[in-house]
């Protein structure tokens, strides 16, 4: 793509505007929510919440409004090996998951052994990252 092609693509002034006002209400919000789950310490959470949601809220608000119109459509973006590589490892990743979670809860009913669930699920989850 020539240089020409980059910068005629600019989204209106106005799009940026939303994103940023997007960006800082998610932030606003998540700050007040993690500022409320600890009232002891409610600006210093807040303002950990707001360090750690400001980023990905303004990302999410450049998406939402900007990159319509500054990001050129792939048209062949499905067909990337990428993509077909995280499909087949995804695929391999929920097999692998549901069998382990099957052959616990078999162990788990046939020797009658009883668990906290919290833990169980958080094996669960790691196990399907780390497969993936």
């Known amino acids: 793509m020539s240089k ?3 910068t005629s693509r600019r989204a209106p002034f106005h799009h940026y505007v939303l ?11 998540v700050s007040v929510l993690v500022g409320a789950s600890n009232p002891d310490d409610f600006w210093l959470a807040a ?8 980023y ?3 990302s ?10 500054t990001v050129a459509r792939d ?5 990337s090996v990428e993509l077909q590589w995280m499909r087949q490892a995804g695929a391999g990743a ?5 069998v382990a979670t099957i052959a616990a809860a078999m162990v788990l009913v046939i020797g009658r052994i009883a668990v906290d669930a919290l833990p169980i699920l958080l094996a669960l989850v790691g196990l399907s990252a780390v497969d993936a």
């Open 94 to 98: 929920f097999i692998d998951v549901l």
């Open 75 to 79: 048209a062949h973006g499905e067909q």
């Open 60 to 69: 999410l608000g450049a998406k939402v409004f900007v990159s319509n119109h």
């Open 47 to 54: 303002a950990i919440g707001a360090l750690c949601a400001a």
């Open 4 to 6: 020409a092609s980059f």
């Open 19 to 29: 994103a940023i006002i997007l960006g800082a209400i998610l932030t606003v919000a």
């Open 56 to 58: 990905p809220a303004m």
